[in-house]
């Protein structure tokens, strides 16, 4: 199971945490991603997390804004939002991929996550 949480109401260019709490699988056998869907829109992967090797894959819209990191104590990922867009407005949502031969995965395919949080929503005001 997942849990995304820390969503809320920010100003653009403010910050804000969230935070996805894992349970019920092997917290260092599976990729964690985040994805974003924007009001009307297709969800869209925002950042990929490798528990294995801590590699970590970030869509070209977040880079040098978003930052991910994990604490396996807690089996729980975090993804740092900073200057916050107003297009970053939407749900977010955490998920798990079972990572693959080698701890390979796929970064964003959707069909590849087959554990996904409830969401949390982030609405950034211009």
């Known amino acids: 199971q997942l849990q995304a949480y820390g969503g809320g109401l920010v100003q653009a260019g403010r910050s804000l945490r969230l935070s996805c709490a894992t349970s019920g699988f092997p917290f260092d056998n599976y990729a964690i991603g985040w994805f974003h869907q924007a009001p009307g829109k297709e969800r869209v992967g925002v950042s990929c997390?490798?528990?294995?090797?801590?590699?970590?894959y970030y869509a070209d819209s977040v880079k040098g804004r978003f930052t991910t990191s994990s604490d396996a104590a807690k089996n729980t990922v975090y993804l740092q939002m900073n200057s916050l867009k107003p297009e970053d407005t939407g749900v977010y949502y955490c998920?798990?991929?079972?990572?693959?031969?080698?701890?390979?995965?796929?970064?964003?395919?959707?069909?590849?996550?087959?554990?996904w949080g409830q969401g949390t929503l982030v609405t950034v005001s211009s």
């Open positions: 997390t490798s528990s294995s090797d801590g590699s970590t």
């Open positions: 998920a798990a991929q079972k990572l693959g031969p080698g701890g390979s995965y796929y970064h964003f395919a959707l069909d590849e996550f087959h554990y």
